[in-house]
T-cell receptor, first 116, second 115 residues
Framework: GNSVTQMEGPVTLSEEAFLTINCTYT??????LFWYVQYPGEGLQLLLK?????DKGSNKGFEATYRKETTSFHLEKGSVQVSDSAVYFC???????????????FGQGTILTVHP | KAGVTQTPRYLIKTRGQQVTLSCSPI?????VSWYQQTPGQGLQFLFE???????NKGNFPGRFSGRQFSNSRSEMNVSTLELGDSALYLC??????????????FGPGTRLTVL
C-alpha cells in the first residue's frame, strides 16, 4: 500500500537558519503530495501541495518540489523564524478514484523547534 | 467563516465503555473524514462520509463506526473501548472529499483517554 517516510526528528534550529525536512513516498499511480503543519493545541493546516511531477508548492516562504524520479517531496525554507516551531507532516493522496475519497496517508511528523 | 468544530475536546472513559464524538464541518462542506492520531502509529485514516454515505474506510476493527447527518455533521462511535484506543481523534471537512481538488480543513481534535 501507499506510505510516506519522513526524516527522524526532532529538528532544532536557530532563527534564520536553513530548513530541510526530508520526505519520500511509496505509491502506485500518480499521487498528489502535501505538507501540513500542526501548531500546539490546534488541528492540522495545509501548508502547500503539488499535484503532479515537477510541480513546486510554496507558501509562507516554504517550498517543496514533487520529484517523481526520486519519489521525494522535501520541505525547505531559507530562513526560519521562532513562529515556525510546530510539527510538520508530509502526506499523499493516491488520486486513484474511490480509494482516495477523504483519505490522506501521513508520515510520522517532524517536530521543529526554532530558538531565537 | 467558522472552522471545523469538534466536541467534546477531552474525554475520559474506562475500558469496555463506548463513546461518541461529534464533528461539525465548515458550512457548505459535504465530506467529513476521521483520523486517529497516536504517538506510536501517527495519523491513520478511519473513514469518510459524503452526503450521509460512507465512501471510504481505513483498516480499523468494526468497533469503530460513524455516521453523517443531512446537515453534514458527523459522529463517530467507538464501542467496547480498549486502552489502545486512547488517542487524539481528528475530523476534517472538505467540499467534495478529493484532496487534489480542494483542501481538507481539520478540527482541533478530541482527546480520548481510556483508563
Amino acid at each position: 500500500g501507499n506510505s510516506v517516510t519522513q526524516m527522524e526528528g526532532p529538528v532544532t534550529l536557530s532563527e534564520e537558519a536553513f530548513l530541510t525536512i526530508n520526505c519520500t513516498y511509496t505509491a502506485t499511480g500518480y499521487p498528489s503530495l502535501f505538507w501540513y503543519v500542526q501548531y500546539p493545541g490546534e488541528g492540522l493546516q495545509l501548508l502547500l501541495k503539488a499535484t503532479k511531477a515537477d510541480d513546486k508548492g510554496s507558501n509562507k516562504g516554504f517550498e517543496a518540489t514533487y520529484r517523481k524520479e526520486t519519489t521525494s517531496f522535501h520541505l525547505e525554507k531559507g530562513s526560519v523564524q521562532v513562529s515556525d516551531s510546530a510539527v510538520y507532516f508530509c502526506a499523499l493522496s493516491d488520486g486513484a478514484g474511490g480509494t482516495s475519497y477523504g483519505k490522506l496517508t501521513f508520515g510520522q511528523g517532524t517536530i521543529l523547534t526554532v530558538h531565537p | 467563516k467558522a472552522g471545523v468544530t469538534q466536541t467534546p475536546r477531552y474525554l475520559i472513559k474506562t475500558r469496555g465503555q463506548q463513546v461518541t464524538l461529534s464533528c461539525s464541518p465548515i458550512s457548505g462542506h459535504r465530506s467529513v473524514s476521521w483520523y486517529q492520531q497516536t504517538p506510536g502509529q501517527g495519523l491513520q485514516f478511519l473513514f469518510e462520509y459524503f452526503s450521509e454515505t460512507q465512501r471510504n474506510k481505513g483498516n480499523f476493527p468494526g468497533r469503530f463506526s460513524g455516521r453523517q447527518f443531512s446537515n453534514s455533521r458527523s459522529e463517530m462511535n467507538v464501542s467496547t473501548l480498549e486502552l489502545g484506543d486512547s488517542a487524539l481523534y481528528l475530523c476534517a471537512s472538505s467540499v467534495i472529499g478529493l484532496a487534489e481538488y480542494n483542501e481538507q480543513f481539520f478540527g482541533p481534535g478530541t482527546r480520548l483517554t481510556v483508563l
